[in-house]
Structure formats: C-alpha cells, structure tokens
C-alpha cells in the first residue's frame, strides 16, 4: 500500500509574518516599476504570492520571470510550487523537471517533485525521486566519523605492517602501497562527498519559507574535515610503529 501523501499546507494569512511578506511584495512593485524585467525581482514576487496564497497571480510572476531568464532553477521551482498548489500537477511535473535539469542539487525540487508524481499516480517515478533525495541527504553526521576511523584504521595497519612475521622487505613495500592506495581513495570518496553537500546547502531550501538566496559557501569545513582524516592517518600510523615496538 503506498504511503499517504502530506498534507498540503496552505499559507497562513493571520500569522505575524505576513505583514512583512506584504511590506516585502510593496518593495518588489517599486523596483519593477524601475526595472520591470528583473527576473531575479519577478521570482522574488512570485515567491511572496504564493506565501500569501494568490497562487494565479505567483504564477503568472513566474511565467514572466522565466520568459526573461531560462537558466536559473529557482524561477521553475517557483512556478512548479503555483502550478502544485492550483492542482495543476502535470505542468507542476514538467517544471519541476527542468528545475531538477538545471539544478540536480535542489533538494526541494526533488521532494516536492515526487508528491506531484505520486499525485499523478506514478509511483515509479515518484520512488526515483525519493531514492535520488535519500542519496543526496545521507546522514552526514556520521559519514566524516566512519571516514576518519577508516584512515586511523588504515594508518594503524600501515605502521604496523612490517610486523608481520615472515613477510619480505618486497612484500611489505607492496601492502604498503595498497594501504596508501586506499587511503588516498576514501579521501577522494570523502572529497566528492563534501563537495556534494556543500551544494546541496548552496542550493536548497523550502521556496514556500520565503525567499531563497544561493549561498557562497567558503571551503573552510571541508578542509578542516580533510586534515582532521590525514592527522587521524598520521595518528594511526604512529600507534602502528609504536605497537609494533613495544
């Protein structure tokens, strides 16, 4: 039995923050009243809309974005977000999929895609989203504690491995190798995979909760997880030597 699709939330007019949406749509008139093909401005518009429930009018916002500025992935989310909310879900389907084309990393995209597919009655395709978005969000928490224990791990048997009784000068030169060699590939794994979340942080995020901006994220995270895994490497191999010693 497929599960339940979650339930549609409409905006809530009464709440304290939709005086500042209006205040924030005044501001984004003025400025098209200036430059009224701003695609930027017609998205953040549209936004605002359908943070106030007029769902026609966010759409036609977005339409209009999208006729300037074909590129940009927020403007077809946007308009993929109007077109769900009117019930019109093959339309919401066929943006959502050009959004996804333009931006793989859009996490909402993909999730909000999926609940039009199952809208659809596709659940094939419905399940590709959703198995597409459990990769995306895999539980970074624990993957740089499994990276680093691997590289202490590998360092321990580095350090330790001449060893091994019996084994030849050639014999352990060769395992040594090995050993590196694995260690330079999880690192590259661990690499790809922080490149990878630090897009999906630059780029994600509920179109619905207000206007998206796409982040500049400075690399300075990733290279902390980086050297905390070579140090752990280091660490390994010292305790190997230190083992074999003693």
């Known amino acids: 039995m497929p599960e339940p699709l979650p339930p549609r939330r409409d905006p809530d007019l009464s709440g304290p923050d939709t005086g500042k949406i209006r205040e924030a749509l005044e501001y984004y008139d003025r400025v098209l009243l200036i430059s009224p093909r701003d695609p930027v401005i017609l998205n953040r518009k549209a936004v605002a809309l359908v943070n106030l429930g007029r769902f026609e009018e966010a759409l036609a916002c977005s339409k209009s974005a999208a006729a300037i500025c074909t590129d940009?992935?927020?403007?077809?989310?946007?308009?993929?977000?109007?077109?769900?909310?009117?019930?019109?879900?093959?339309?919401?389907?066929?943006?959502?999929?050009?959004?996804?084309?333009?931006n793989p990393y859009d996490t909402y995209a993909r999730a909000l895609l999926a609940i039009v597919y199952q809208r659809l009655e596709m659940p094939d395709e419905a399940d590709e989203q959703n198995r597409k978005l459990q990769e995306m969000v895999f539980p970074k928490e624990y993957a740089g504690f499994y990276f680093t224990l691997a590289s202490f791990m590998l360092g321990l048997l580095l350090g330790g491995i001449r060893s091994v009784e019996g084994s030849s000068a050639a014999v352990s030169a060769i395992a040594q190798l090995i050993i590196l060699a694995f260690f330079f590939a999880i690192a590259g794994l661990l690499w790809r995979s922080l490149k990878a979340e630090r897009e999906v942080a630059r780029h994600s995020g509920p179109v619905a909760a207000g206007v998206r901006h796409d982040r500049d994220s400075r690399p300075t995270g990733m290279y902390v997880v980086m050297f905390i895994m070579v140090a752990a490497f280091v660490i390994g191999i010292a305790a190997g030597i230190w083992l074999r010693v003693h």
Do not use: F, K, P
């Open 72 to 102: 940009r992935a927020d403007i077809w989310v946007s308009m993929g977000v109007a077109y769900d909310h009117l019930g019109r879900y093959t339309e919401a389907a066929e943006v959502l999929e050009r959004a996804i084309a333009l």
